[in-house]
């Protein structure tokens, strides 16, 4: 079996797997990161979202042996190790951008992604296409919207952060 | 300490665990010595299975076991029970035909489980489950109501003639058909409700386990109600007795109904924990879950509606076909009869009303409650049929409406279909929604739309819903098989810290905030201080689950209830230790104080002396501080409101956008509003993905065509607006905290007025009505053929 060798949230693992094994059950099985979720099977709900050397992956399509030497981040990664929030999950707190919590994770993880790559402020319409490869069946994305639209303002330094 | 306790809008307890990826859903958990289970289905909609030849996938790698459904007959296993009967109109019991947990002798829909293959790995069973062979011989099918109705139709099941499994009836026909004679004017509508998918978006999940030194089976399982799961499979289906039963749902990624019922999986896993000695695993996959979970909706109605000159309401009469699917899945009988038609009445006054349903066996996957359950078809079907009569009659659609309500000062209202209302105000939810979607102002928006070449539409619903369920008697008298009351057990810690036990479950509404409140409110004490536990039943002494908007209204009464007995015996123990009567003593804001008096104890000095009992009552009181309470709701809740919907349409494209969305719900007391409006931003969500883009589609040959979220239209962030929610406030009367319940309002007043909208935009063109969903090629056509009218005139 090949093995793999990967940094997950600043760890370095090496990890023999299954030529077939998706980047999604490296983490869940054989990691124990759990909160990194499997949704669907073709790709189209983003609960799996993590994020490759710095860039958001699906990670239900993307086979362990691709991150070879990547450098993933996943939602146990995200909060300082005081455990204070990344700014995203502070405002997804505190605007209840999430119910059930099963979409979740992947849903922060591309919202990061999303405003990491747009500098500009982004408008309602921006984040509703930019979020488009997520789904959530739970808040009908208003407070979502609205969360990653006061995270956008903290993440680039033009607010403070909600907690 | 700020405010905490009722009508606080504190953010969520349970937010941080999910949102550092700490959440324990289901699939999260592994047992040591874990075996994987992969079913094999049918891909066939209706076959004789001829065999299945399982050698060649018991030689693959890590293969455990194969079982079929003769290793369950051999086992005594029983079938998956169903919850509900209900009886024809001749007082014939319903068709109610066994439901094995593995397919037995044929399959009748796609998706129906023919083996189980337990393996080391999940891709080694999936790998040996792909090598079984299974001999068909396929039979005819249908899909869809009217085909399985046709004479000659091959029956789903022997024993239901011509596919029906019930066919009842509410109301008095004599009646109304005399209203009917007598009316001015009829106006008659024939609509389908669409079958929807519910994708919740974890696939269900379930590990058993077993104990062979404690006799104990565990099932750990994606459900709304651990207690029900632990009493139909112990009871019905594995003959477990529920002291060697344990049910948990741990956290659970959403329901909208899906995870009510007792599945097969269920009792696979559990069964086959305890044949291998060993815990076997099983999780859906999206596609399995879009042929195995239960379905939602799927109604055919013509609905008429008598009328005197002036537009009152005479009488309605409605004849609806609902599909049960292949088996009756747990609650499927109620959902289009007592969930449905007793909601017939709406808002309105209409004096006399009379319905028929008739449920029929398809070969599909079955239907149950949806986010719902019956009053989204009922609202669908009496908002449509009102903007159709404005239509017909030329009358404004909200002088109908307002001409027709149930007056504010008319409660308790009695209608023709057995509900009496306690309480509503229909015309105001009605005033602030127009107001806040400032209708007035609409003409104008319309015409600049038109200037941009859009076609604007507004539509409007003014829905009611029952929910809260339910009196126990009135549920057995209806048929329900099970009581519907909900329990708590509040258990005051010796340094006042608390934890609530209680039969309602969440996944995803937020009880451990809002429960928390609860307590806050009548304890006084900090909502850190409190700790809400659900979801095992080997913690909560028993429960009914949460559906149809209950969770607060039944589940939070029980636990005023206890609380109130805590409060009461803390009173007994202050008036000793304060030597006072027991009648002097008040309680408030965490203290008893001897009334009158500067004299007082807390909480935390009355819960010490509960468990220090050194100077206490002990010849009359117990020590302790921990009561339970069961209560039994003595009638449904009836939220109601009223919805606004705007959309444009492109008229090249069809494509609807939703540009407005406005939703007044009147639920009685709000616990956290936060919490509130994002059960009704959900719920409106889903509202308009049915009216638009949701629909599950079998083709002729019985495939759902629509089974993937590649085919089957999930609403998307860019596909719907922000939303706007008001909520306003008639308490609840037969409740202690007045509250009626929000789960399922926006689901249920949404697509009504998002479909009348969109007929409103299209009425140029000369539409009275179309199906949902209104999907783009669907509009595209109208107007196509509008336009090529339009020309030939």
């Known amino acids: ?163 | 300490m700020g405010h905490e306790g009722i009508g606080a809008a504190v953010k969520r307890k349970e937010d941080e665990r999910f949102l550092a990826g700490r959440g324990h859903y289901v699939d999260d958990m592994n047992r040591p010595g874990q075996a994987h289970a992969h079913l094999r289905r049918s891909d066939r909609p209706h076959a004789r299975i001829l065999g299945i030849d399982t050698a060649a996938a018991a030689a693959m790698p890590g293969v455990v076991a194969i079982l079929t459904a003769a290793d369950f007959e051999a086992a005594g296993v029983g079938g998956l029970p169903c919850g509900w009967a209900v009886k024809s109109k001749d007082g014939s019991p319903m068709i109610e035909p066994m439901h094995p947990v593995l397919a037995s002798g044929k399959v009748r829909h796609v998706g129906d489980p023919v083996a189980v293959v337990i393996a080391e790995t999940r891709a080694e069973a999936r790998d040996a489950a792909e090598a079984l062979v299974v001999s068909y011989e396929d039979l005819p099918s249908a899909a869809g109501v009217r085909d399985a109705l046709a004479a000659g139709a091959a029956l789903v099941h022997d024993e239901a003639a011509g596919n029906v499994c019930y066919d009842w009836e509410i109301g008095d026909r004599a009646l109304v058909d005399g209203a009917f004679a007598q009316a001015a004017r009829v106006v008659r509508l024939a609509l389908t409700n669409n079958r929807l998918v519910p994708n919740a978006m974890e696939p269900r999940a379930a590990l058993g386990d077993f104990d062979p030194s404690s006799g104990e089976y565990t099932l750990i399982t994606t459900s709304q109600n651990p207690h029900v799961i632990r009493l139909l499979m112990g009871a019905f289906v594995l003959h477990i007795p529920e002291h060697k039963l344990r049910v948990i749902a741990p956290d659970v990624g959403g329901g909208f109904g899906s995870k009510i019922y007792h599945y097969a999986e269920e009792a696979i896993v559990t069964f086959a924990a305890g044949r291998l000695r060993r815990p076997v695993k099983w999780t859906a996959d999206r596609s399995e879950s879009f042929v195995s979970d239960a379905h939602g909706r799927d109604h055919d109605t013509v609905a008429e509606m008598a009328l005197d000159a002036q537009g009152n309401y005479l009488a309605l009469r409605v004849s609806t076909i609902a599909n049960m699917g292949a088996y009756l899945s747990t609650f499927a009988p109620s959902i289009p009869t007592y969930l449905y038609a007793t909601l017939l009445a709406g808002v309105y006054k209409t004096p006399v009303i009379y319905a028929e349903v008739k449920a029929v066996f398809t070969n599909t996957v079955p239907v149950d409650a949806y986010r719902g359950a019956g009053r989204p078809e009922a609202a669908y079907l009496l908002e449509r049929l009102t903007d159709v009569i404005a239509h017909d009659t030329g009358m404004d659609r909200v002088e109908l409406r307002r001409r027709n309500f149930i007056p504010a000062g008319a409660f308790p209202y009695q209608t023709p279909v057995a509900l009496q209302y306690d309480s509503g105000n229909y015309e105001r939810t009605l005033e602030v929604a127009m107001k806040a979607a400032d209708w007035a102002g609409f003409p104008a928006r319309r015409a600049q739309a038109q200037a941009r070449g859009r076609l604007r539409g507004i539509g409007m619903s003014t829905y009611l819903e029952a929910c809260g369920i339910a009196p126990s008697h009135i549920a057995g008298a209806l048929g329900a098989r099970a009581g519907l009351y909900e329990v708590a057990n509040i258990r005051v810690h010796p340094t006042g810290s608390v934890t609530v036990f209680t039969g309602s479950h969440s996944h995803g509404q937020g009880h451990e905030t809002t429960f928390a409140q609860i307590v806050a409110e009548k304890l006084g004490v900090g909502i850190a201080q409190v700790d809400v536990v659900h979801g095992d039943t080997k913690e909560v002494p028993f429960g009914m689950g949460t559906y149809g908007s209950r969770s607060l209204a039944v589940g939070g009464s029980a636990m005023v209830k206890a609380l109130d007995k805590v409060i009461a015996k803390g009173k007994r123990i202050a008036a000793h230790l304060m030597e006072a009567a027991v009648a002097d003593i008040e309680f408030a804001d965490g203290k008893f104080t001897v009334s009158g008096t500067d004299k007082s104890k807390t909480l935390t000095d009355i819960s010490l002396a509960a468990y220090i009992p050194h100077n206490y009552p002990i010849e009359e009181l117990e020590p302790g501080l921990e009561e339970i309470a069961f209560y039994d709701p003595k009638n449904f809740t009836y939220p109601g409101g009223c919805h606004i919907a705007e959309v444009e349409i492109d008229p090249e494209t069809g494509v609807v956008s939703m540009v407005n969305f406005v939703a007044v719900d009147d639920i009685g007391t709000v616990i956290n509003p936060m919490i509130v409006h994002g059960q009704v931003h959900g719920g409106v969500a889903q509202g308009i993905g049915q009216a638009l883009l949701e629909h599950a589609q079998y083709d002729q040959a019985g495939q759902l065509v629509s089974g993937s979220f590649m085919d089957y239209v999930m609403p998307r962030a860019d596909d719907l607006p922000a939303i706007h929610v008001g909520t306003e406030s008639t308490p609840c009367l037969t409740n202690p905290l007045g509250s009626k319940g929000v789960g399922e309002v926006g689901a249920i007043g949404s697509p009504p007025a998002v479909i009348n909208a969109v007929v409103d935009a299209l009425r140029e063109y000369g539409v009275r009505h179309l199906d949902m969903p209104a999907s783009a090629p669907k509009i595209w056509s109208i107007i196509r053929a509008g336009q090529s009218r339009a020309a030939a005139e």
């Open chain 1, 1 to 163: 079996m090949p093995q793999v060798s990967l940094t997950v949230n600043g760890k370095r693992h090496t990890v023999e797997v299954e030529t077939r094994t998706l980047l999604v059950e490296l983490l869940r099985e054989k990691l124990g990161l759990t909160g990194t979720h499997v949704g669907c099977d073709t790709s189209q709900c983003g609960a799996c979202v993590v994020h490759v050397d710095g860039t958001s992956v699906k990670s239900c399509t993307f086979l362990a042996v691709q991150a070879d030497g990547a450098s993933v981040t996943t939602i146990e990664g995200l909060a300082a190790a005081d455990g204070t929030l990344h700014p995203m999950q502070a405002a997804f707190r505190e605007h209840h951008a999430l119910q059930c919590g099963f979409c979740t994770p992947g849903m922060v993880m591309s919202a990061i992604d999303l405003v990491n790559s747009h500098k500009e402020r982004m408008s309602e319409a921006e984040i509703r296409h930019g979020l488009e490869g997520n789904l959530c069946r739970c808040t009908g994305y208003h407070n979502i919207v609205k969360a990653v639209a006061a995270a956008q303002e903290v993440m680039h330094g033009r607010a403070q952060a909600a907690e």
